[in-house]
Nanobody, 121 residues
Framework: QVQLVESGGGLVQDGGSLRLSCAASGRAFSSRYTMGWFRQAPGKEREFVARISWISGSVSYADSVKGRFTITKDNAKNTVYLQMNSLKPEDTAVYYC?????????????WGQGTQVTVSS
């Protein structure tokens, strides 16, 4: 099993910044996982935001966040971060951390509980 605990959500104004954190734990967690962030806005389906390979560090972003969001990791802390800059009201959603042994993260194996991000206009 892998446990994922997110933190860092909150309320921010249009154009502001937030940093989300996701701490991974559990005996099953290893460098074979890809870690990522997804989000779900009210009335919409959950969508991919960003991912990072634990072993290679390669990253990928949704077009809607490219140039504004940055995903990084701290191997020593088993923690992945999502730095969100130039936030827009349409970024408002519950953000979920996920872990998957498949780099495509089509159906992640594990999910965090989610953290709310609200961007006011």
């Amino acid at each position: 099993q892998v446990q994922l605990v997110e933190s860092g959500g909150g309320l921010v104004q249009d154009g502001g910044s937030l940093r989300l954190s996701c701490a991974a734990s559990g005996r099953a967690f290893s460098s074979r996982y890809t870690m990522g962030w997804f989000r779900q806005a009210p009335g919409k389906e959950r969508e991919f935001v960003a991912r990072i390979s634990w072993i290679s560090g390669s990253v990928s972003y949704a077009d809607s966040v490219k140039g504004r969001f940055t995903i990084t990791k701290d191997n020593a802390k088993n923690t992945v971060y999502l730095q969100m800059n130039s936030l827009k009201p349409e970024d408002t959603a519950v953000y979920y951390c996920a872990a998957d042994t498949n780099v495509a993260m089509g159906r992640p194996d594990y999910w965090g509980q989610g953290t709310q991000v609200t961007v006011s206009s």
